[in-house]
């Protein structure tokens, strides 16, 4: 077995243990919402990575947390049921919108542009619809009665959720390891490079983005639908919206969008900062980390394009004290 | 094996391709020449296609193939280059062409693509090594692996567009050997495209020629080349006129010398 594998065990090994372990519920519940937005995070890069850059995602996970929910308060569909239903939705809505912008070519900032109504759109009709919805204030999920609990998917033990999310996040992680190393992705990259030359080696160009772009936006309905099932309530502004989807682009920017791990380390740091901010300044801080995020966003970009992550691999792998240009100087010296 | 009847191009009142038929037989390299905006490329895009055409039919092997989108008509058999080459720069040489194996052959098998891509990177002159960039390639390397990413789709009928600009004497020849190769041990059907006549005259079996969207001659390369209306197209109406001014100026320089 080779070390990088068994790392992997040992880690994974490490993570199953801590709950058992370690029994603060606030770190619990912190580590929880790492997991299901570094899932979410994880899900936008799938697109993110190809230059795919959509603002809809909001949409999606809003689609989720709320298809799921509705299900469950007006029609009792156990959210086993209304999960997939809340998927299949977004998955719907995904296609619908993306269809014709890669059927007639809309690429770049008119694609994000495109994306950016989808959410705005979602958010409109959660917040118009308040007579089932709660609108702008919030939705809650019933209680399930005690004993149903698995059957409503609610559970109180955080422990439990912490499992649930570990291992939805793990999954995640292993849709982004099965496309980086199929040839999708090569087609991606080919595609995200030049349209026309990628139509011309035969990659039937909208069926490749359509495939990625439904396997992200399903991915994020299960984020919103986790999210609404362990929060227990939901409001539009939390799970949906153009300030959801912004968050996505942060946090995965940050992170590192060309690496499995990026957007998980984009939750780390997103989550942390709302935290401190929340607990250093209380309420004179509400909105705060948005502006933050702004602030990051734009250094990032122009300074760190390839994430927290990606730029400490390159590192690793290539010091930059002792970058090739200057191995080789040191060579030729060695020579002299 | 290639019949076109008819074809026309039109982009707002400008006829790019005019009403032009031509076939192309089993195994034969056709030249296609004719001077810059004289429609070469837009029937390449038409036939690969890149553009649904105005009007006309294309039969390939007996089927219509105009207006199919690109994807279709590589799995059918047609494969081409780009005038200027066009890479994934993201991915390795080696990745470049499997790409093409994979999805050009319609078969989507790895296996058979990475063979596709030995075969096509051997036969071009490139290496196979799994992770050579594409930035270590020259102009003549870029050209080299255009036609490699063609080969791996496994075509029947070949579109090389203007495959030798930007390169020098040696390499161009080199290049049209490449071509007559390909036809010859591959028994791939081709029609090259081309700005520079000398060197495709040499190669090609038959040759055609283009001005403003429409056909002014076919035939033999020796019949064109001799051809009245090819000389003036390529040399101007003024041809006799000019070639007088050019022997008097070195008649000069001789006296001056």
């Known amino acids: ?336 | 094996m290639l019949a076109v009847e008819g074809l026309v191009k039109r982009f707002g009142g400008f006829r790019a391709v005019n009403n032009v038929s031509f076939r192309v037989e089993q195994g034969e390299i056709l030249g296609l020449i004719g001077p810059n905006g004289s429609g070469k490329s837009t029937i390449f895009n038409m036939l690969s296609g890149t553009l649904p055409p105005t009007a006309g039919s294309i039969l390939f092997d007996g089927h219509q193939i105009a207006g199919l989108a690109p994807h279709r008509i590589i799995n059918r058999g047609i494969g081409r280059t780009f005038q200027i080459p066009r890479p994934f720069r993201r991915l390795s040489i080696f990745e470049n062409v499997v790409l093409a194996g994979f999805y050009g052959q319609g078969r989507h098998s790895r296996a058979r693509a990475e063979e596709a891509a030995e075969r096509s990177l051997g036969m071009v002159g490139l290496p196979t090594d799994r992770n050579a960039g594409v930035d270590g390639l020259g102009a003549a390397g870029l050209k080299k692996l255009e036609l490699a990413k063609a080969l791996a789709t496994g075509p029947k009928l070949l579109l090389a567009d203007e495959s030798l600009g930007g390169l020098d004497e040696k390499e161009m020849d080199q290049a049209a050997d490449m071509l007559r190769k390909i036809r010859d041990e591959l028994g791939i059907t081709i029609i090259w495209v081309e700005h520079i006549m000398g060197v495709l005259m040499r190669v090609v079996d038959r040759v055609m020629v283009l001005d403003h969207g429409e056909k002014i001659a076919e035939g033999l390369p020796a019949d064109v080349a001799g051809d009245r209306r090819v000389i003036e197209v390529y040399l101007g109406t003024d041809a006799d006129a000019s070639l007088a001014a050019a022997a008097a100026a070195q008649a000069r320089r001789r006296i001056e010398a």
């Not at chain 1, 309530?233 to 690496?259: E, K």
């Not at chain 1, 957007?263 to 780390?268: H, K, L």
């Open chain 1, 1 to 336: 077995m080779n070390r990088q594998v068994a790392g992997w065990i040992v880690a994974l090994a490490v993570l199953v243990a801590l709950p058992f372990v370690h029994r603060d519920p606030y770190h619990l519940h912190l580590l929880v919402l790492i997991l299901i937005w570094s899932f979410a995070y994880t899900s936008w890069s799938i697109m993110g990575r190809f230059g795919l850059v959509s603002l809809g995602h909001g949409g999606f996970m809003g689609i989720g947390a709320y298809v799921t929910a509705l299900l469950w308060n007006h029609l009792g569909v156990s959210p086993w049921i209304g999960i997939p239903l809340s998927m299949v939705t977004a998955g719907v809505l995904a296609l619908i919108v993306a269809y014709p912008c890669f059927r007639f070519r809309i690429t770049g900032h008119y694609f994000v542009l495109v994306t950016l109504a989808l959410s705005g759109i979602v958010l409109q009709v959660i917040t118009a619809t308040r007579d089932y919805t709660g609108g702008s204030l919030g939705y809650t999920p019933h209680r399930a009665q005690s004993g149903k609990g698995l059957y409503a998917l609610q559970f109180d033990d955080k422990t439990t959720w912490y499992l649930i999310a570990l291992a939805v996040w793990l999954v995640g992680l292993l849709i982004w390891r099965w496309i980086d190393r199929s040839m999708s992705r090569h087609a991606m990259e080919a595609i995200s490079e030049d349209e026309d030359a990628a139509a011309a080696a035969g990659v039937n160009v909208t069926v490749e983005k359509l495939k990625i772009t439904l396997i992200s936006a399903l991915m994020t309905a299960l984020a919103g639908a986790l999210y609404c099932q362990y929060q227990m309530f939901i409001s539009p502004d939390t799970v949906s919206g153009i300030a959801v989807s912004l968050q996505m682009v942060f946090a995965v920017i940050v992170g590192g969008v060309y690496v499995a791990l990026g957007p998980t380390v984009g939750a780390v740091i997103t989550i942390l900062l709302a935290e401190i901010l929340r607990i250093g300044f209380g309420t004179r801080a509400v909105g705060w980390d948005n502006l933050v995020y702004g602030l990051l966003l734009v250094l990032f970009i122009i300074f760190l394009p390839k994430g927290i992550l990606g730029s400490v691999i390159d590192w690793i792998k290539a010091p930059p004290k002792m970058s090739r240009g200057h191995e080789q100087e040191t060579i030729k010296a060695a020579r002299r």
